[in-house]
């Protein structure tokens, strides 16, 4: 299974920007990139996903590299409620088992 | 409407018992899963079902047995507690398709604690 690599901590101000890095160097051409992240006390919550080409929601942006060996989820305007960990997961597209395995993640603050 | 729910949210019981937690899902999903948070927080995948079939069993005790009634419910039955079994387990589920690998929604947790 391919690993993915992320800072264990990061900080933040509230209502700024955050850029939060993974690296996937050994990322297969059918691996999907996937972020969750775990609110304190509460079960892990999908927050976007991509393949080649950098992706929007309403919650967040994912920037993936040109050679996909790494990508960096951004959070537009950091709140309170962001506070939580993030984890990226390579999710290989050509099985069906929607396996997902987390790594250590980033720990995010976010501070008033 | 909650989407993936498991009861209890908490349970506390002595060693050497058996215990089961339910999980139900009403996304329509085809498959499901039970993982396993540790002390440390690490997360891992112990069983999947799809449409009622094992597809995923990851070394886990033959203590655990997953059972899938239906395709919206998975439940996790543990024989013989032992203390190392105290950790939160996750329900979730997916619709989980060959090269369009969707988002998987998590059920808020049962923190099993063996005393």
């Known amino acids: 299974d391919a690993k993915t690599t992320q800072p264990n901590s990061m900080e933040s101000n509230e209502e700024e920007p955050v850029h939060l890095p993974c690296n996937h160097s050994t990322i297969s051409g059918t691996d999907y990139i996937h972020w969750y992240r775990q609110l304190p006390s509460q079960g892990p919550e999908y927050v976007i996903h991509g393949l080649t080409s950098n992706v929007n929601n309403r919650m967040a942006s994912l920037a993936i590299a040109e050679d996909r060996k790494s990508s960096t989820l951004i959070l537009h305007r950091a709140t309170l409620r962001d506070a939580a960990v993030y984890y990226c997961i390579l999710l290989d597209g050509s099985s069906n088992t929607g396996k997902l395995i987390f790594g250590q993640g980033t720990t995010l603050q976010v501070k008033p | ?115």
Request: glycine share 6%; hydrophobic share 30%.
């Open chain 2, 1 to 115: 409407d909650t989407a993936v729910s498991q009861t209890p949210k908490y349970l506390v019981t002595q060693m050497g018992n058996d215990k089961s937690i339910k999980c139900e899902q009403n996304l329509g999903h085809d498959t499901m899963y039970w993982y396993k948070q540790d002390s440390k927080k690490f997360l891992k995948i112990m069983f999947s079902y799809n449409n009622k079939e094992l597809i995923i069993n990851e070394t886990v005790p033959n203590r655990f047995s997953p059972k899938s009634p239906d395709k919206a419910h998975l439940n996790l039955h543990i024989n013989s507690l032992e203390l190392g079994d105290s950790a939160v387990y996750f329900c979730a589920s997916s619709q989980a398709k060959t090269g369009r690998n969707t988002e998987a929604f998590f059920g808020q947790g049962t923190r099993l604690t063996v005393v």
